[in-house]
């Protein structure tokens, strides 16, 4: 079935870059997303990218996708202490149904 | 334009007991999700509802049900409640009419079970 993987933890310094890492299996996956979740909160989507695509620029939000190595990774320039929080990866596959797989979430933590 | 709302914000039950969570989708989408976030296990797929029907369900036992209703709204029902299902169940919902078939979340139901 489908696995979607993530590294646990990320400590960065403010105001310097983070990159989250993110592993798929589904070699089929069509969509990629990256969702952020403050403490006690639900998901927020922050960005997400076409299996087509290889990059994906949103302000401070940089998303690159390598699908031959089904590799997606999130990378957040001039990390803030607001930018604390737990990041999940996920995919889904929308061939003839909608089901979305997520990582166990990456928590990043911003020293100040 | 309201996001996905989920109600109770926060429940408390004692086990072998009933709980029903509520989600009203963002409007126009026909298709809700139901999502069991536990401490230290990530996002665990429950069911998804597309047009009143159940067309996915993660690998979770039948006490874990719910439905949808004609205005796209739907109820997660949890039977028989154990310790374990103290967590937070969260709601999405999507439009088939999106170019990236993006799912967006509520703030989620925290259930506590005593």
């Known amino acids: 079935g489908e696995d979607v993987e993530q590294s646990l933890f990320l400590s960065v310094r403010e105001g310097d870059s983070s990159v989250i890492n993110c592993t798929y299996t589904?070699?089929?996956?069509?969509?990629l997303y990256w969702y952020k979740q403050e403490p006690g909160a639900g998901l927020q989507l922050l960005t997400y990218?076409?299996?087509?695509?290889d990059m994906k620029q949103d302000q401070r939000l940089t998303v690159l996708l390598n699908k031959k190595d089904k590799h997606l990774s999130l990378r957040i320039a001039d990390t803030q202490t607001g930018d604390s929080a737990i990041y999940f990866c996920?995919?889904?596959?929308?061939?003839?149904?909608?089901?979305?797989?997520f990582g166990i979430g990456t928590k990043l933590q911003v020293i100040p | 334009e309201a996001g996905v709302t989920q109600s109770p914000t926060h429940l408390i039950k004692t086990r072998g007991q009933q709980a029903t969570l509520r989600c009203s989708p963002i409007s126009g989408h026909t298709s809700v999700y139901w999502y069991q976030q536990a401490l230290g296990l990530g996002l665990q797929f429950l069911l998804w509802y597309d047009e009143g029907e159940e067309r996915n369900r993660g690998n979770f036992p039948p006490r874990f049900s719910g439905r949808q209703f004609p205005n796209y709204s739907s109820e997660l029902n949890v039977n028989a409640l154990e310790l374990e299902d103290s967590a937070l169940y969260l709601c999405a919902s999507s439009s088939n009419l999106d170019p990236g078939n993006t799912i967006y979340f509520g703030e989620g139901s925290w259930l506590t079970v005593v």
């Open positions: 589904d070699s089929s996956s069509t969509y």
């Open positions: 990218i076409f299996s087509n695509m």
């Open positions: 996920a995919e889904s596959n929308s061939g003839g149904y909608q089901k979305v797989t």
